[in-house]
């Protein structure tokens, strides 16, 4: 009877040394919890008790931690997008906004030559529809950021849609003095797509390579394999390697004056419709001044 006792004081002992040592360590990992979430400290939580559940509660705990690290950087990250969006945006709607009540109010002195009052409203006239493509181009970015928003996809012979767009391009191309070295094959290429993001795409693109390049702009398209493959080489001298990565980014111009007439939406554009098409922009270089782009999209099942 005397052991039985002992024995149970024991592993009573035993059972309140273990209860007091787990509820010490939960203290503890509330400590650390709490300086983790007030920002005081960046170490994990850590468990000085060995045991298997806490071990696994302190490695989902700390899981936890590094994703809610990860959202709240890209939080900020968004919260300085959008200011810096604001801000630019605020600066492209009122720089032609500013240029065409200046010109308005020069073509209107009662003094103004013919010759010069025609001139001024023309520049007028730029100026409105730069302010018209942009606008455009805001409306076309609600939209699609409308996740929801589906593409009326269909067959595409994306060979005839290219040769289609570049001739409707060509007289902006030759009147800017730029020659067009175009790379098309004998055949259709099929895809998967929405016609109208298509054209939209391609447009973006060589509105992108006409209001930079200087001399020649190469095209191309190919099938390999199971994708179809657009190509875009123009020169580009004012572009840095930094700027590729951040090309397709909402609202990012390479001019960081802004002086240039693109608004930085047409190639986010271009990326958000070719991933709504389940392609990719495969490749964007920059060798010595010569940017180069290839655009990938799967071929249409037969």
């Not at 409306?139 to 996809?153: A, G, H, M």
């Not at 800017?176 to 004998?186: A, F, K, M, R």
């Not at 700027?243 to 693109?262: C, M, P, V, W």
Request: proline content about 3%.
């Amino acid at each position: 009877m005397i052991w039985i006792l002992l024995g149970v004081c024991i592993a009573a002992f035993i059972l309140g040394t273990r209860l007091f040592r787990l509820k010490r360590q939960f203290r503890n990992i509330t400590v650390q919890l709490n300086e983790r979430t007030s920002e005081k400290t960046e170490k994990m939580v850590t468990v000085a008790l060995i045991d298997d559940d806490l071990n696994k509660l302190a490695a989902a705990i700390n899981r936890n931690l590094e994703l809610q690290k990860k959202l709240r950087i890209e939080v900020r990250r968004s919260d300085l997008q959008l200011k810096d969006s604001i801000a630019n945006l605020s600066h492209d709607l009122r720089t032609p906004l500013t240029s065409i009540l200046g010109y308005l109010q020069l073509s209107q002195n009662p003094e103004c030559p013919d010759e010069k009052r025609k001139e001024y409203l023309k520049t007028v006239d730029n100026k409105a529809h730069a302010l018209k493509s942009m606008i455009n181009n805001l409306y076309e970015l609600s939209v699609l950021d409308v996740r929801e928003t589906p593409l009326k996809t269909e067959k595409l012979d994306l060979n005839r849609l290219l040769g289609d767009v570049l001739a409707g391009q060509y007289e902006l191309f030759h009147r800017l003095g730029i020659t067009l070295n175009v790379h098309l094959p004998s055949h259709p290429v099929w895809i998967t797509g929405d016609c109208v993001a298509c054209t939209r795409i391609i447009q973006n693109l060589l509105n992108n390579a006409s209001r930079y390049a200087k001399g020649n702009v190469g095209i191309s398209l190919e099938a390999s394999g199971s994708y179809a493959f657009l190509s875009i080489r123009n020169p580009a001298p004012n572009l840095k390697a930094n700027d590729i990565k951040h090309l397709f980014e909402r609202f990012y111009t390479a001019d960081k004056s802004r002086n240039s007439s693109g608004s930085g939406l047409g190639l986010y554009i271009v990326k958000t419709l070719i991933e709504k098409m389940n392609g990719k922009i495969a490749d964007v270089t920059l060798e010595g001044c010569i940017l180069h782009m290839k655009i990938e999209f799967p071929l249409a099942l037969n």
